[in-house]
Structure formats: C-alpha cells, structure tokens
C-alpha cells in the first residue's frame, strides 16, 4: 500500500517537473520569436541612451564688458528606482550632497513604478560630481548649464530670468535666439548596472553669442539706489528711472524700484515684481504732455515763445472747467510763461486756437504716441489713446485722458535734445559677430524748435519755474514737471498721482536725457517735489561718471 502511495507521488512529481519546463520552454520560444525584436530593442535602449549636450549660453554685457548674465557649469542629476536596492541610504547620501530635503527624495527614490526621475535639475558641477564619485547603483548624471546673474539686484527686470527649460521673461527672452546656441548630440553607454562607461558624441554643441548691451552697470545701480530712496522717504507704491543718450537713443539705465534679486525670481514674480514699468505700464502724463501741444504750434510757426496769451481764471470747454493749479485773474502771459508757470488754461487755448482736434492727433502722432517705440524688449504698450469727445481739446493737450509709457515720453523729450530728431531707444549695443544695427530715426519738429523748446524748459527749472529742485550747480537744466490723478474704473481714484520730471542736461548741449515718475506718493505729490530731486540726484552722478563739463559758471 505504501508502495503505491510513493509511486503516485513520484508521478505526480515528475507531471509537475515536466510541465514547468514545458511551460519554460514554450516562455523561451515565445521571447525568443515573438518578442525577440521588442526585447532586443529595450535591451538596446537601456544600454544606450541618447542625451542633448547643452550648448554653452551666450553672456550678456554691459557697455563697458561688465557680464550681467552668465552661463555656469551644472549637471542634471537622475536616478531609476527599479535599480535602487536601498532607496532610504541612497536618499540620504544624495540630500546631503547635493543639500536637498530627505524625505521627498526618499519617496521618489523608493517608487518602483517609475522607471526615472528628476533627483536634481542643474545641480552645482561641484556637488555633482561629489556625488558620483559615491557611484550609487541607478544614478546618472548629464551636462547643463545654469544662468547666473551676479550683480545681484542691478537691472534684474531689464536681463529678465531663465528658467530651467526656457527663458521667462526680459533680454532672456527677446535675445533668446541668438543667446542659446544650438545643442549637441550624444549617446551614453551603460553597463549592466546602469552605469556609464562611455560617451559617443554624433553633433558638437553650438554656444550661442554674446549680447553687449547699452546699459552701463554702474549708471544703473545708482538709478536703482536713488528710485529706493525716493521710493521710502515718500512711500510710494513704486518709481521708475531711465537714463538715455539723446543722441543714438541709447538706454544707458532703465531702473525700477521696488527690485528684486535675479536669484529670487520666483518670489518675487508672486509679488509682482518682475514687470519692467518703463515699457508695460501706461499713465496719465500730465504736464510733460504739454510740449506737445506747444512744440506743434511752434513748429506750425502759429506761435513764438514771445507770443502774448491772455488767460483767464478759468477755462470752460463742453462740460468742463479747467483751472490752472495756482488761483489767478485774467492775465496776459508769452508762451514761454506758459510753459514755465505750467499753466493748463495758457496751453488749452493754444490747442483750441491753432491745432484743434485734428492738428493735435497728428502732433501726438509726430511725437510717437500713438504706437510702440520698438524698443528691443518684449511686452511693450502702445499706450491709450484718448477716446474724443467734446470736453477732449480741453483735457488732452494738458495731459489728461491720455495715458503713454515711460519709454515714449522718454524718446519725445530725447527728441527736443538732439535737433528735433526722433530716434528708436534701445538696449543692445550688438550682439557679438553681428553688425551693429542701426537705430529708426524721424524729424517731428520743424528746424530750431528744438532749441526754443529746451530754452522755454530751462525756465521751468529757473526763472521761479515748478521745478527749481531738479538745478544742478554748474550746469544748465532743461525739463518740465507732471502730477497726474490716477484714472480707476469709476473716474480718478482720490489721493492717488503720479509724479513726473523729464530733463536734459546740459541744456546747451545735451548728454544725457533723464526721466523719472514715482507712483502714488504720500506726503507730497507733485513732480517738482517729489520726482525732481531724484533727478538731480540721478543726473549729478551720471554727469560726473562720464566726466561732462560743467556749461555755466556756479555762483
């Protein structure tokens, strides 16, 4: 009985043994017909991986070969979880090289279910390279690069920032094409492990070219330094400052503050920081506007800066009255009193009288404000156009129910300072193994206006003119003042302006053109309080830095 018994076992025995090879013989046949090309493929792939070699991303300069932004050594830094046998050691070794958080890596590393993950994008070289001499099972490491911006804070909204995969914002994404070079082709061969042991470059990397920029670093950070205090003595919202060479409409400066540090981008794009105001945002001028007005009926020769205006104590035109800011009876003023005392009755009636509506769009036309400077730098405004109405010649020609950005007032009064010539404003000088390109250029005053304009804004900052705060000891200042109430959805929003002062200096022969506004300022809100000694600080510094010589004699 117990014979049988054993026999039947062993038969069942040798049943289960021949089946199970069976089984693993028909496994063997199957992978080794039908799934031979699949398998061979997957084989191949894990073997061989082919990567991108970064191409080396062009440097961003200044005017003077100062780098503002560039490119340092990184590594991409992976790993695949199904070859990691201790997922908690390895987390732990990675996080304290490369300076990461335990805990999050540990769960990436220890989820068998994907096959690669992301340890470390654009680690330091340094660090990387640390942490492959521990030659962890299932860790790769590639070549990238990561922008580096260092000086820090200067001129942070202008270069803008690269992200990890692409330019976001700034000079990083209008240059892009010719900063970022083109990338190489590579194969990387693994072992067994999944380690490298070889490279097979197919296609060198590209590096892009460098960009020289017309921005002096140096100008820069003191426009920045002067916009933060202006911007805390009077606690305001926020200012912005460009400094430009009238002549090639260069941009030498384009600051903002509050700023921020390049290093910070993310914070401070949820703060709102990274918009550059000087192309974006539009305002409500105000009386800069007003050598719109004046320099088209000068140009039209309707008027001298002589010519005997009388101005009443109030103005109506359609549904409105329009005041002057000090109360006075009727008066007998010249233009260049006009323009000096900034009185919006002298400059309504000179619009009335000799442009009306038709004269005045093309005069705004002329001056370039009703389009886009073309400025090289993304996301600029074309301004609002007024929308006309009755009451318009009595609002538009003083700079109200018009808005315009800073860039385009910057390039009018650019214009007044080099011979009645509108020229395109810029940033990039040229970009390395290019031709230097030529900026636009367009007449919009009649020959000699110009200089009867910066004579008549001289006034303005002397002769008791709205902006005796913006005179520089030793040179001649040229410039006009601007408080404008801020338009909101239902009307002007109460206590809420901007402050404005666009100079020329030195007037006689100008170097340098300087506009400054600082948005919603409290304790005082006029420019030629608030805005024009920013200018003059501003305007002092860079007059020294580019060592000009003084144009008068300092009593």
Not at 442 to 451: E, H, K, N, S, T
């Amino acid at each position: 009985m117990k014979t049988r018994l054993v026999n039947s076992r062993l038969r069942l025995l040798l049943l289960v043994i021949l089946f199970t090879f069976g089984a693993l013989g028909a496994r063997a046949a199957w992978l080794q017909t039908v799934r031979a090309s699949s398998l061979a493929a997957m084989a191949q792939t894990q073997a061989r991986k082919p990567i991108s070699l970064p191409a080396g991303r062009g440097t961003i300069y200044d005017r003077l070969g100062n780098p503002l932004a560039i490119g340092e050594a990184a590594m991409d830094v992976d790993a695949d979880p199904m070859q990691i046998a201790h997922p908690r050691r390895e987390a732990r070794i990675a996080a304290k090289t490369l300076g990461l958080k335990v805990k999050p890596l540990y769960a990436q590393l220890s989820d068998r279910s994907r096959g690669f993950v992301y340890v470390e994008r654009q680690a330091p070289a340094s660090l990387a390279n640390k942490l492959m001499k521990r030659h962890l099972v299932g860790f790769t490491f590639e070549p990238d690069q990561k922008r580096v911006y260092p000086q820090g804070t200067v001129a942070a909204p202008v270069l803008g920032f690269l992200g990890t995969d692409r330019p976001l914002s700034g000079l990083e994404v209008e240059l892009n094409k010719e900063l970022k070079g083109r990338p190489g082709k590579a194969t990387v061969v693994r072992d067994a492990l999944g380690q490298p042991v070889d490279t097979i470059q197919q296609r060198a990397a590209s590096d892009g070219r460098d960009v020289y920029l017309t921005l002096d670093s140096h100008i820069q950070a003191n426009a920045e330094q002067v916009l933060e205090q202006t911007v805390s003595e009077w606690h305001a919202k926020d200012a912005t400052a460009i400094v430009m060479d009238p002549h090639t409409g260069a941009v030498l400066a384009m600051a903002q503050e509050p700023g921020y540090n390049a290093k910070d981008y993310v914070a401070a794009t949820k703060r709102g920081l990274t918009v550059d105001h000087a192309v974006t945002d539009v305002f409500e001028p105000g009386s800069v506007f007003k050598v719109v007005t004046i320099g088209g009926a000068l140009s039209q020769h309707d008027i001298t800066p002589n010519t005997a205006i009388r101005v009443p104590g109030a103005l109506h035109v359609a549904d409105r009255v329009i005041h002057d800011a000090e109360p006075h009876g009727l008066e007998t003023l010249k233009v260049k009193q006009i323009l000096q005392r900034s009185s919006n009755i002298g400059t309504d009636i000179i619009a009335a009288r000799y442009l009306g509506e038709g004269g005045l769009k093309r005069w705004m036309a002329r001056f370039g404000f009703d389009r886009r400077t073309g400025i090289d730098f993304p996301g600029e405004s074309a301004g609002l156009r007024p929308s006309w109405s009755g009451s318009t010649i009595g609002t538009v020609p003083i700079g109200q129910g018009v808005s315009v950005t800073a860039i385009q007032l910057a390039s009018a009064y650019a214009a007044i300072a080099n011979g009645g010539e509108w020229i395109q404003p810029h940033l990039v000088d040229h970009v390395a193994g290019a031709p230097t390109p030529k900026p636009k250029r367009r007449r919009i005053l009649a020959p000699g206006v110009d200089a009867q304009l910066r004579t008549m804004l001289r006034g303005v900052v002397s002769d008791q003119g709205t902006a005796e705060l913006a005179a520089i000891p030793g040179y001649a200042v040229a410039g006009k003042t601007g408080t404008a109430q801020k338009p909101g959805p239902n009307g002007y929003i109460p206590g809420a302006y901007v402050a404005t002062f666009v100079g020329m200096v030195p007037a006689s022969r100008p170097r340098l053109l300087v506009l400054v506004t600082i948005d919603e300022p409290h304790g005082q809100i006029y420019g030629g309080l608030v805005a024009a000694p920013a200018f003059e600080q501003i305007a002092s510094f860079d007059l020294q830095y580019l060592e000009v010589p003084p144009d008068l004699r300092i009593k």
